[in-house]
């Protein structure tokens, strides 16, 4: 096994340490949960776990030995039973899933973004969402119902993004001060009901703003708060926080230069939609659009671009630059406008 990131401590300029606590959320896949502590050493005032990572079995025992070392080389007292809070960033299975298992060891009370209460406490109505809409989406997207894309999709939309449900005791919103430690600022986009939160002049930035890679990102017209538009809305609300140092994000390391992080990932977006309009030189479907941008797609990417893919056209049709017409079976045709 490759060995895993050290945990690693950060000192707002208030004085409260944040502890990044790396895990293996899926074999291959790295995550990030954060343990956040203020008052002594020895007796905590305040601790707060955000994000839990992944249920599988590596996820969650790299959670306690990230934990054990929080305890033993810098000598925090933090406890399972004095915790104060769990916070989840959004509902997605490499930062959420493992809250069932982390419910069972704490009673600390839950913190989400109002829109993430039906899936963290009902996961199964994002499935049943996602179910009901997927043969829809296939259609809309130009997918053949027999391809192995199709078979992808159909077996996300079966999907939990946890084991099971656990009650939210604090549904957040933009702008709520969390237990006067965290402020919060909601950056859909990634996903509708993600928060990025700020500790004095830390941000914990969630999936919003990673260090090396964009965030994977699927269009509006398949979860409320998705998409492009909100994605970049998200970027200027953030960006337009004072007093930030540094950036944490939900994978990767630190970001002290997270302001030009901003400004490369509009960059990034930018090539990335005229590519798009360059490729719509006719009539094309999402499907048709990936073929054109990506000849030489490998599998482990294929869902993950589809569904960038359709955001952007989603966007650029939005703004006018494409235009988007209905082929006799359903299927969205995107073409540069003019």
């Known amino acids: 096994m490759t060995a895993l990131p050290a945990v690693a401590r950060h000192l707002t300029a208030g004085g409260t340490r944040v502890y990044t606590l790396p895990l293996r959320a899926f074999p291959h896949f790295m995550a990030n949960a954060f343990l956040v502590v203020q008052g002594p050493l020895q007796a905590p005032a305040y601790t707060a776990l955000m994000d839990m990572g992944s ?59 109002a829109w993430a209460v039906p899936t963290l406490q009902h996961p199964q109505t994002r499935q049943e969402a996602w179910r009901a809409g997927v043969e829809g989406h296939l259609v809309w997207a130009g997918i053949p119902l027999d391809s192995a894309y199709a078979a992808r999709l159909r077996r996300r939309a079966e999907n939990l993004m946890l ?15 969390l237990d006067g430690v965290f402020r919060v600022v909601h950056t859909p986009g990634h996903d ?24 994977p990102l699927m269009p509006e017209r398949y979860q409320p708060g998705a998409g492009l538009r909100h994605y970049l809305a998200s970027l200027d609300r953030v960006e337009a926080l004072r007093d930030v140092t540094v950036a944490l994000g939900g994978h990767g390391g630190p970001m002290p230069d997270w302001r030009g992080r901003i400004q490369a990932l509009r960059a ?16 094309l479907t999402i499907h048709d659009l990936l073929g054109a941008l990506y000849p030489n797609l490998r599998p482990v ?38």
């Open 55 to 113: 249920a599988h079995e590596d996820s969650l025992a790299d959670l306690h030995a990230a934990l054990e070392e929080v305890r033993t080389a810098y000598g925090e007292a933090w406890s399972w039973a004095r915790l104060d809070r769990l916070v989840v960033t959004h509902p997605h299975p490499d930062h959420a899933a493992g809250l069932p298992a982390v419910r069972d060891l704490t009673p600390a009370p839950v913190a989400a973004h």
């Open 192 to 215: 509708g009901a993600q928060v990025c939160l700020q500790v004095d002049d830390l941000l914990l930035s969630a999936d919003h703003l990673l260090p090396h890679n964009s965030p």
């Open 268 to 283: 990034r977006y930018a090539d990335k939609l005229a590519a798009v309009r360059a490729a719509a030189t006719g009539p």
């Open 163 to 177: 084991p099971r449900g656990v009650p939210v005791q604090t549904p957040l919103a933009d702008g709520d001060l």
């Open 301 to 338: 990417q294929a869902i993950l671009l589809l569904d960038q893919t359709a955001a952007l056209a989603e966007y650029l049709a939005a703004e006018g630059t494409l235009t988007e017409t209905r082929r006799e079976d359903g299927a969205a045709l995107f073409q540069a406008a003019g």
